[in-house]
């Protein structure tokens, strides 16, 4: 329902607290505005709040820094994939390249990530249309199974809202996919330029009366700017909607098949040779998904909503990766049973299905304007996991050469069952106040069967249950201050890859081999954060927001094996904090459009422990580290920087330019913080990118990456180079400890063309 305005009397000692904040903020931009009247202040914008999309507040009305991104912004040159849009232009969100393939980024954000590859702790949540999209095997995000050209809009809900249920850690992302009645039209692009990228997407939509009807497809391919990293990608989407006055219904398919190819981290010495060459080859992972989606709206009264949702989602990804064998022996013959390595071949079967229903009342409390909501919701899934062995020698150029056939080591099914029940209110006192109360219990179960019948130690029930609060106070004393409060608890539970690698006495492969390991505990996540925003114009904005997430019992995957950087196994690591600032300002001023962000996130373990880093130039004769609490995490720079302008000339040409800058971070095995060669150097990288509107519906693209081709790395681990023989062949007798660094993308650039008709943009 309507909310009230903020216009009403405000007490007075509240004005003479914000109003010297405002005034001091908002005088020099007025300056440079012309006066109101000509300026048309942006559309209120709603924001979801549930997992089921559709029903939200007004953004001024949601006591958290909440960054939204919309098919606009990803038609635009500078951010044509979800990972790069959230990379450029959301707060304390950056993005690594730990697999050398632009498809399998780890999304970072306030610390926390979302990955696609197992062995990254996990800590956001994300969803497609109300669908929890994590793979339920190791809670990780194929992001290649996102069609891009389906996307609508992207939310980022900040901090623990337990509302999101389940590895909600650190934030959620909620993706919303386009329908024919918003985006009705043809429209269609391609594009093409370095690293032998060609890509094409087409899209239609339309309606008439009361239904309407999406489609559209993607198709990527890049032989990729390093050895042995070509993607081919094929995404597909669907969507038949109904719209009536009372009631909703759209039903979607996804479709996706793609073969990535990734090249892994690879030592320092290899760098300073030839930044573009892999460590060992091959390191391909097929990954498909189908996924059906209903999603239907009813309103039993104008003040009483009713949401829901059923969904069925299919997923299989075969993963083929080499390794080196870290049990070689060189004085004796690389013959069956003592090889140079072993490849490891993983087959991933998930089947998954639930459904979610939501009751919303918008009607007041007594005399005070009230939105509440009860939500249920149900994800079960089942995962038939198999995973073969087989020795390998290394040829000159690093490939595997397979010895003998595969061998299997690991059959085994899991099943997730996860129960939530949810309830959130917003109640409003008065016209310049929002108070939140939330809360959700989860119910989960993870069970584990060996279905190879030679290691039912394997077998195990796993149950984790809990209750998560939040609440949280929104002010708005004065039309252009509001000012907000919040505080949640979220929850996330061992995913069956963690429960089945869990010992330090059998470190485990990634993909990893399946074993009977300790229990581990649940994460609880507790974050607090306030903030205040407002217009300096009706067309620019500022925010500031400052934030705590604790994390009791963390789970870190640690390295167990110097030979093999990616061997290792999951454990509690106790208390983790991250604290952080996230300052902003954004708009449009006449032609000029523009954003600043700076992030400070200062991560840090608070309970010492031990941890096994044989890589660690100061661990001990056994191979540990002694992590003390005011250690840094890895991979999480304290300082990060974003700027975006763009400029409209005429009617029809824009030129924009972006920088990403962010300072020094520590590697994997380097939790200690006392390697001095165990860190990521700072950089800064700009873009730039521009539009040509040449024709009617017609338009001209093209965008640059790193337009100074800055040689730097996005990720590292610390490791043992097997590889220092003539010309980087295999010598297990000279090896050396190293940090082994993900390279990021050189110089790039690529020119597009698109087709509009009576299409949005």
Same mark, same amino acid.
């Given at each position: 329902?309507? &909310?009230?305005?903020?216009? +009403? ?21 007025? @300056? ?32 958290? #820094?909440?960054?939204?991104?919309? @098919?606009?912004?990803? &038609? ?76 609508? !809009? ?9 509302? /999101? ?14 329908? $024919? ?27 008439? *009366? ?26 597909? /989407? ?16 996804? $479709? ?36 059906? #989606? ?32 870290? $049990? ?9 049973? =003592? ?30 304007? #009230? ?25 000159? *150029? ?13 059959? +085994?099914?899991?099943? =997730? ?12 006192? @008065? ?8 809360? &959700? ?17 394997? *077998? ?134 523009? +954003? ?10 608070? !309970? ?22 005011? *250690? &840094? ?90 590889? #220092? ?33 009576? @299409?949005?943009?």
């Amino acid at each position: 329902m309507p &909310r009230r305005s903020s216009t +009403a009397r405000v007490p007075v000692a509240i004005r003479c607290l914000f109003g010297p904040i405002v005034c001091s903020c908002a005088l020099p931009a007025f @300056a440079q505005q012309p006066a109101a009247a000509e300026v048309k202040a942006p559309p209120v914008q709603v924001i979801s709040t549930t997992p089921l999309p559709g029903l939200g507040l007004p953004k001024d009305a949601v006591p958290a #820094n909440v960054q939204t991104g919309d @098919a606009e912004d990803l &038609r635009n040159p500078a951010t044509m994939t979800a990972p790069q849009l959230m990379d450029r232009t959301f707060d304390s969100v950056n993005v690594n390249e730990a697999q050398g393939n632009p498809y399998q980024p780890d999304v970072n954000f306030r610390g926390f990530t979302a990955s696609p590859l197992l062995g990254t702790s996990p800590g956001l949540s994300v969803f497609q249309d109300g669908v929890r999209i994590n793979e339920p095997l190791g809670d990780t995000v194929n992001w290649d199974l996102i069609p891009n050209s389906a996307i609508s !809009t992207i939310t980022l809900v900040p901090g623990s809202n337990p509302v /999101f249920g389940l590895n909600t850690l650190g934030g959620s992302i909620a993706i919303t996919t386009k329908d $024919g009645f918003a985006f009705p039209g043809l429209a269609a692009q391609a594009y093409g330029g370095s690293f032998g990228r060609a890509a094409a997407d087409i899209e239609f939509g339309g309606a008439r *009366d009361r239904l309407g009807y999406f489609v559209t497809g993607n198709a990527f391919y890049e032989r990729g700017w390093r050895d042995n990293s070509s993607s081919q990608i094929r995404q597909g /989407f669907g969507k038949l909607s109904f719209r009536d006055r009372d009631a909703s219904v759209d039903f979607s398919l996804t $479709g996706a098949d793609n073969t990535l190819n990734g090249s892994q981290a690879i030592p320092l010495s290899f760098l300073q040779q030839n930044r573009e060459q892999s460590y060992t080859f091959p390191d391909t992972f097929n990954n498909q998904v189908v996924m059906a #989606n209903l999603v239907g709206k009813y309103a039993l009264s104008p003040l009483n909503l009713l949401q829901g949702n059923a969904y069925y989602r299919g997923f299989k990804s075969k993963n083929f990766s080499t390794n080196v064998n870290d $049990g070689f022996d060189p004085t004796l013959p690389a013959d069956p049973g =003592n090889t140079q390595g072993q490849n490891i071949a993983v087959d991933v079967d998930t089947n998954g299905w639930g459904f979610g229903v939501q009751y919303s009342y918008l009607g007041d409390l007594g005399a005070l304007p #009230n939105q509440l909501t009860l939500g249920v919701s149900l994800d079960a899934a089942r995962t038939d996991f198999t995973q073969s062995n087989q020795e390998a020698n290394f040829a000159p *150029d690093r490939s595997s050469i397979p010895v003998g056939p595969f061998s299997v080591v690991t059959q +085994a099914r899991t099943e =997730n069952t996860y129960w939530g029940l949810y309830v959130t209110d917003t109640l409003s006192p @008065a016209s310049w106040i929002d108070v939140m109360l939330a809360g &959700r219990y989860n119910w989960a179960e993870v069970k584990i069967r060996d279905l190879s019948g030679t290691n039912p130690a394997l *077998d195990g029930n796993n149950r984790f249950s809990r209750f998560n609060p939040a609440a949280g106070v929104t002010l708005k004393p004065l039309p252009a201050l509001t000012a907000y409060a919040s505080y949640n608890e979220g929850m996330r539970i061992p995913t069956p890859v963690e429960l089945t690698c869990a010992s330090p006495g059998a470190p485990c492969a990634l993909p990893n081999a399946f074993l009977a390991d300790p229990p581990l505990d649940p994460v609880i996540a507790k974050t607090w954060e306030v903030g205040v925003r407002g217009p300096i114009t009706p067309t620019v904005r500022w925010h500031a927001t400052a934030y705590q997430t604790t994390l009791q019992n963390d789970i870190l995957f640690v390295s167990a094996s110097a030979a093999a950087p990616n061997t290792g196994f999951f454990q509690n690591v106790g208390t983790t904090r991250r604290r952080g600032v996230e300052l902003g300002i954004g708009g449009t001023v006449h032609r000029l459009t523009f +954003a600043a962000s700076y992030s400070y996130i200062n991560a840090q373990f608070r !309970t010492p422990f031990t941890e096994s880093s044989p890589s660690n130039t100061t661990a001990d004769a056994v191979g540990d580290i002694q992590v003390q609490p005011g *250690d &840094r995490l890895p991979l999480i720079p304290r300082n990060i920087l974003k700027l975006r302008v763009a400029y409209l000339f005429g009617e029809s040409f824009t030129l924009g330019a972006g920088m990403y800058a962010q300072d020094s971070a520590f590697v994997r095995g380097n939790e200690n913080n006392l390697d001095p060669s165990g860190t990521i150097s700072g950089y800064a990288v700009f873009n730039v990118d521009a539009r040509w509107k040449f024709a009617p519906g017609w338009e001209l693209f093209g965008q640059i990456n790193n337009i100074f081709n800055r040689k730097y790395n996005s990720s590292g681990v610390l490791g043992t180079n097997f590889f #220092n023989g003539p010309g980087n062949t295999f010598d297990a007798t000279a090896t050396t400890r190293e940090v082994f660094y993900a390279p990021a993308a050189p110089f790039g650039a690529w020119i597009g063309i698109r087709y509009a008709l009576g @299409a949005r943009g």
